[in-house]
């Protein structure tokens, strides 16, 4: 079968992503096997803590039907502007910007309900037609799961530098996780590395830290499937506290056993895509 002419404004299109990426030096891709694990919470801190470092950085939710990013950093009421036919991003001190599903619907209750060909759609329009400036780096927030969102990243940025894979230490999150691993492999997306979150409960009182989930599966899977381990992250009440207040931990936080966690991968993360 002969492979379908490439029409003028199909050219156009393309070239409106190139132009985008070309100003994006490093994309990191935060995938999860499964929801509930703090895919979002992970993705939010990373963003953050690489802005606490003086980088620009964008973080970009593509949980098209659950967009929680905006939450995250106390901006969900906030509505977006446009400049020369683009969007523009909102911005979270120090310097991030922050492009979310959230930002584009009536209000915060309405549902998203879209098949796969529209969420692709959007999904380009938040690359093409957002103007993210120059960016050291791009954290792509991802729905859970491997299916429509996921595909659309990859088929629109291959050569995104990698992926971080969130996952709990119970043995089911870890079996999801191991796809997503495998879903890396079979689309040549490098696989930054595995962090491990709610890996055990620090009690705010003693500092005792109990394994509620038990401890260590990630980096177990991690030797298994010979990738890296970027880290594990504790279980603190000052996470959620800090989320539902608008200020990642990272932030609210600095000295919170998870915030350091967050700053060790972080590092990993950097010495790894800059090698």
Same mark, same amino acid.
């Given at each position: ?15 409106? @992503?190139?132009? *985008?990426?070309? =100003? !994006?030096?490093?994309?990191?891709? %935060?995938?999860?096997? /499964?929801?509930? +694990? ?23 939710? @593509?949980?098209? *039907?659950?967009? =929680? !990013?905006?939450?995250?950093?106390? %901006?969900?009421?906030? /509505?977006?502007? +446009? ?40 999904? /380009? ?151």
């Amino acid at each position: 079968m002969s492979k379908p002419l490439l029409t003028e404004d199909s050219i156009k299109e393309e070239t409106k @992503i190139q132009d *985008t990426l070309r =100003n !994006i030096k490093h994309v990191v891709i %935060v995938m999860s096997g /499964k929801g509930g +694990v703090g895919k979002s919470t992970v993705s939010s801190n990373l963003a953050m803590s690489l802005s606490m470092k003086g980088y620009q950085t964008g973080i970009m939710d @593509i949980d098209i *039907t659950g967009p =929680n !990013i905006p939450k995250m950093f106390g %901006v969900e009421d906030e /509505k977006l502007t +446009v400049l020369n036919e683009q969007l523009v991003p909102v911005t979270v001190p120090p310097s991030l910007k922050l492009m979310s599903m959230a930002f584009l619907l009536p209000d915060k209750d309405a549902p998203v309900m879209w098949r796969g060909p529209v969420k692709m759609g959007a999904i /380009k329009q938040f690359i093409e037609d957002v103007n993210w400036g120059s960016l050291d780096y791009l954290v792509i927030d991802m729905p859970p799961g491997t299916g429509d969102e996921a595909l659309s990243i990859v088929q629109l940025i291959p050569k995104a530098d990698g992926m971080v894979i969130v996952t709990t230490p119970q043995d089911v999150a870890l079996l999801d996780s191991r796809k997503s691993l495998v879903f890396g492999a079979e689309t040549h997306i490098p696989i930054i590395g595995i962090v491990e979150n709610m890996s055990g409960f620090v009690c705010p009182h003693c500092g005792e830290v109990t394994n509620i989930f038990k401890s260590g599966g990630g980096e177990d899977t991690a030797r298994d499937m010979n990738v890296q381990f970027l880290g594990r992250v504790p279980i603190e009440p000052g996470i959620v506290d800090a989320g539902d207040s608008g200020l990642p931990v990272v932030l609210k936080y600095p000295e919170s056993a998870s915030a350091k966690a967050f700053g060790e991968i972080v590092d990993k993360i950097i010495k790894t895509v800059d090698h």
